[in-house]
């Protein structure tokens, strides 16, 4: 008796086996792909991201490589991830989600900088350059991994700088570096410059973002700031004629 009901559970699973597979390969052959939607882009065309999936028409719904797709689609320079998921009957679902660059970083040459510090491609015709630039390397230093720690700090500062009343209506244009890892700053309005050492920047952001709203009120115009420390940060003046 044992025997026997043991050879019919056997012969069950394997009929539930056979019936899930049978249902899977008739599900296969009737669903097929008719629609790609595409959500999350600014930057990127979304025909091409759809040329970059490589799907073709009417291709069995549940042959679908998502994982592929999403790799193909994150190939492309402004595209930092892809959600692919199927949406039965017909449909395939892209949400892309862009990288937001927050400055341009000068190597062999100028290359669109994305809040993680990394290059993703060189400005083409007609895209907009009005970010901060950041110099002061070779690219084969940057590739060689010696000046990441830099960038992150000075991609912190112009982050940072957006958030300060003050210092956000002056605006960052040039963040240069040095291998001593100072950093000199250059102001989009009045075109001042900021000197200072590396490290501690938040409260170094802090501190310029009050002595430049104490400037500010009394209209003064500054030509350079040197942040020697929290408690000494030396201001120099236009001369007026």
């Known amino acids: ?29 009737q669903l097929e792909l008719d629609k790609i939607e595409v959500e999350g882009c600014l930057r990127t065309d979304p025909q091409q991201i759809i040329k970059a999936a490589s799907v073709s028409p009417e291709t069995p719904m549940l042959d679908l490589r998502l994982k592929e797709i999403s790799q193909r689609v994150e190939a492309l320079p402004w595209v930092r991830s892809c959600a692919v998921r199927r949406v039965l009957p017909d449909k395939l679902s892209l949400q892309v989600v862009e990288r937001n660059p927050i400055a341009l970083l000068r190597l062999d040459k100028l290359y669109y900088v994305d809040e993680d510090g990394t290059p993703f491609k060189q400005p083409a015709p007609g895209e907009p350059l009005d970010y901060p630039v950041v ?34 209506k002056e605006g960052v244009s040039e963040i240069q570096l040095s291998e001593s890892g100072d950093l000199t700053i250059f102001m989009v309005q009045g075109g001042a410059m900021i000197h200072m050492h590396g490290g501690d920047m ?20 500054v030509q350079y700031i040197l942040y020697e420390s929290p408690d000494r940060i030396v201001v120099g003046l236009e001369k007026r004629g």
């Not at 044992?2 to 052959?29: D, H, K, M, N, P």
């Not at 938040?202 to 115009?221: G, I």
């Open 1 to 29: 008796m044992i025997l026997a009901g043991a050879a019919l559970l056997v012969a069950f699973i394997a009929f539930l086996w056979g019936l899930e597979r049978g249902t899977r390969l008739l599900l296969a052959s």
């Open 135 to 168: 110099t002061g390397w070779e690219a084969e230093e940057w590739r060689g991994g010696k000046r990441k720690d830099l960038i992150e700090e000075a991609l912190w500062f112009i982050r940072e700088v957006h958030n300060q009343p003050s210092l956000s």
């Open 202 to 221: 938040e409260l170094k952001v802090r501190r310029l973002e009050e002595v430049w709203k104490s400037v500010a009120t009394k209209r003064l115009p």
